[in-house]
């Protein structure tokens, strides 16, 4: 009887880490985009990610269909550490549309609403 109530007890904890985690990417894919100064990066368009991120992959073959490999610069939290506090992305994957005098909007989640703005 005791391994059936550790059973219910597994079943459980998974379901609630899986419903915290879907909760986690609704509240990143529904957060505000942010208008962000950009210290040293010329206008274009830069996809943050982590090598990490389980969805960071997904973001970046929609980028590479939508504007090509070549369309972006790819910023990678372990190679970039600073870049990613100077401009305040706090979560991946992440997309920053640079215009011209160094302010940003910076897109958090999937990169299908940045795509929308270019």
């Not at 005791?2 to 509240?27: D, P, T, Y």
């Not at 960071?56 to 990678?76: F, H, K, N, P, Q």
Request: proline share 7%; net charge negative; with cysteine.
């Amino acid at each position: 009887m005791n391994e059936l109530w550790a059973r219910i007890g597994l079943v459980g904890a998974a379901l609630a880490v899986a419903g915290a985690i879907a909760l986690i990417q609704r509240r990143r894919a529904l957060s505000p985009v942010r208008a962000v100064e950009t210290p040293g990066l010329a206008p274009g368009v830069y996809f943050f990610s982590s090598a990490s991120c389980p969805t960071c992959r997904r973001a970046r073959e929609t980028l590479d269909a939508s504007i090509g490999d070549s369309g972006y610069d790819e910023l990678v939290w372990e190679e970039q550490p600073l870049a990613f506090r100077d401009i305040g992305v706090d979560a991946v994957p992440a997309v920053l549309i640079v215009g011209e005098g160094g302010r940003g909007r910076l897109y958090p989640g999937q990169p299908e609403r940045a795509l929308a703005d270019l």
